[in-house]
């Protein structure tokens, strides 16, 4: 029973580390995606308008929505009514 012990428990603490590792590394490479708000100063009520778009939080180039005439960088939403942080295209 000893030795059983002595052998489990160092292999046991080493699949956890791999285990761990694995899902760190999993969970840093996977791309959050999200719909694109654009900031509309001139909106009556809500400033930020949702578009059709999808966007990352991970950096590249900006991203961006064509209403058809003019093209607007695209924000993610805080709290429904304000634009925070800047979107990126999709990669």
């Not at 029973?1 to 699949?15: G, S």
């Not at 950096?59 to 939403?77: K, R």
Request: aromatic residues 8%.
């Amino acid at each position: 029973m000893k030795k059983m012990r002595k052998i489990a428990l160092p292999v046991a603490v080493l699949l956890l580390g791999a285990g761990s590792a694995y899902a760190t590394t999993a969970f840093k490479s996977s791309t959050t995606e999200m719909q694109g708000y654009r900031y509309d100063d001139l909106a009556p009520a809500e400033k930020c308008i949702l578009t059709e778009k999808r966007c990352t939080t991970d950096v590249g180039p900006v991203c961006t929505w064509n209403d058809g005439s003019v093209n607007h960088e695209l924000f993610q939403i805080n709290s429904g009514t304000s634009c925070v942080n800047q979107l990126f295209e999709i990669q």
